[in-house]
């Protein structure tokens, strides 16, 4: 599988750099920066990546997978984003294999998305979103 991973900082992209592992320097976003800025940066960083034509598992330093993703994500391949929310409380259904209870986004006051973890292909409808999405952010919508 194919991946790279973007340094914040001088000293994290010269590890990554010095045991060969692609990077590249996320070097302008930093903890300074507001919220929304952060967060229209990764929509370019993502963007960017998808107009080359590659699918992109996206996720924060923060993320940690306590499983491989991929069965999951492989269930749903008909999806052309996967894109976590902010549920913070889930209680999972009984025998259930999914990561979030829908049902329960009523109860969590519709819990906005959480672009900390997405999976985005390079689709034509993708494309068109995340290149309209991207303007939009700036405005505090996404």
Do not use: Y
């Not at 990077?23 to 963007?47: D, E, P, Q």
């Not at 994500?73 to 052309?80: C, E, F, L, P, T």
């Amino acid at each position: 599988e194919n991946f790279i991973m973007g340094a914040l900082d001088a000293e994290t992209l010269r590890v990554f750099t010095d045991v060969q592992a692609p990077c590249f320097s996320l070097a302008n976003v930093s903890a300074g920066l507001h919220f929304h800025a952060t967060n229209r940066h990764k929509i370019r960083v993502v963007l960017a990546i998808i107009e080359l034509g590659f699918t992109v598992l996206f996720t924060d330093i923060d993320v940690m997978f306590m499983a491989d993703p991929m069965p999951f994500v492989k269930r749903w391949s008909h999806a052309d984003q996967l894109i976590s929310s902010d549920m913070m409380a889930v209680q999972h259904r009984s025998g259930s294999k999914e990561l979030e209870d829908v049902r329960q986004f009523t109860l969590q006051h519709a819990a906005p998305l959480n672009v900390g973890c997405m999976l985005v292909k390079p689709t034509d409808v993708n494309l068109k979103f995340t290149r309209e999405w991207l303007p939009r952010s700036g405005r505090g919508v996404g």
